[in-house]
């Protein structure tokens, strides 16, 4: 395989993001919920600190998407029956997602919690 220049490496590496964007309603709503939240930290003026948490988290959750579509298309391809393994590499990698959403939502109630606090107690 012949080494391919910087550009299209970026290229592909966006065409593999525009897929699992198109494909996936799950990336979509990672998406989406990526902006609600840089939304809310901008409003609440969250920490620097803060801001690496959170954006650890998002990227941690996009990221295990991202593979997760990656594993899912490669098993299609590779097995397109029904198979007891194709089943395993899929929901293992389906579950990769969930425990990264399940972190990066404890993440933000760490990083939320007061913030929506004192906003909270200043309107009532």
Known sequence: ?????W?????YAAEGVMYALRTQINMRI??????LV?????SLRISRLDWLFVS??????????LINTAVEAA?????????????A???TAAGAVLLAAVFAVIIGIFVFYRPLLTLISQIF
């Open 38 to 42: 840089i939304a809310a930290g901008l």
């Open 89 to 91: 590499a899929k929901d």
């Open 7 to 11: 550009r299209m490496t970026f290229r």
């Open 75 to 87: 098993i299609d391809l590779i097995s397109p029956d029904i198979h007891p393994l194709a089943k």
């Open 56 to 65: 650890m988290a998002i990227a941690m959750v996009i990221v295990a998407e």
């Open 1 to 5: 395989m012949r080494r391919q220049p």
């Open 30 to 35: 990672h998406v989406v919920v990526t902006f």
